[in-house]
């Protein structure tokens, strides 16, 4: 199975300021259409999941342009340009290029 | 508009059987794969199984195969996962969730515990 990692676990990050997370796989995310499946999910305390961004760098209909995704192959990032109150929780990057699915071990955003 | 609502969580013992539902709305139903997602308690999310939108296929999690068994019935708007032999690690929030996960419900927990 493919292996997802994130960096770091714990983020603590000031109102206003900008963050970044870091994801890698195991194995290239390329698949055969040409197409890199990687998702971004972030989880407030006690809801559900909400995706972000999918297939690398586009964003959901709804999320705040502050919300950024880039990479390809193996090495994948996501950027808060000025982080909110708002945006504390966890962020999970999933990949389903490769059978199973699965999502990394997930970034605590905390604000100072 | 697009909704997920799960239900059918509850406390059950080791060895029990448990089925989850999941009834969609505001979408074609029919023509989405869905998947089952689990996140056990303070942990990771962890991918379970997956249903074609014809249910012709599914897969499975290693760690659930020969015990949890993923169906849906088009003509409801409804997936189901039926859960037997429960283990004490099935302990979770089961999501379910559209193909591309790009909608989830709120989750059912179930707890198993003797």
């Known amino acids: 199975d493919v292996v997802m990692t994130q960096s770091p676990l714990y983020l603590t990050v000031t109102l206003g300021q900008p963050a970044s997370i870091s994801c890698g796989s195991s194995?290239?995310?390329?698949?055969?259409?040409?197409?890199?499946?990687l998702n971004w999910f972030h989880q407030r305390p006690g809801q559900s999941p909400r995706r972000l961004i999918y297939k690398v760098s586009h964003r959901d209909s709804g999320v705040p342009d502050r919300f950024s995704g880039s990479g390809s192959g193996t090495d994948f990032t996501l950027k808060i340009s000025r982080v909110e109150a708002e945006d504390v929780g966890v962020y999970y990057c999933?990949?389903?290029?490769?059978?199973?699915?699965?999502f990394g071990p997930g970034t605590k955003v905390n604000i100072k | 508009q697009v909704q997920l609502v799960e239900s059918g969580g509850g406390i059950v013992q080791p060895g029990r059987s448990l089925r989850l539902s999941c009834a969609a709305s505001g979408f074609s139903f029919r023509t989405y794969g869905m998947h089952w997602v689990r996140q056990a308690p303070g942990k990771g999310l962890e991918w379970v199984t997956l249903i074609w939108n014809d249910g012709t296929n599914k897969y499975y999690t290693d760690s659930v195969k020969g015990r949890f068994t993923i169906s849906r019935d088009n003509s409801k708007n409804t997936l189901y996962l039926q859960m037997n032999s429960l283990r004490v690690e099935d302990t979770a929030v089961y999501y379910c969730a559209r193909d591309s996960f790009d909608t989830w419900g709120q989750g059912t927990p179930v707890t198993v515990s003797s």
């Open positions: 999933m990949q389903h290029t490769h059978w199973p699915p699965g």
């Open positions: 194995e290239s995310l390329v698949f055969s259409d040409g197409e890199t499946y």
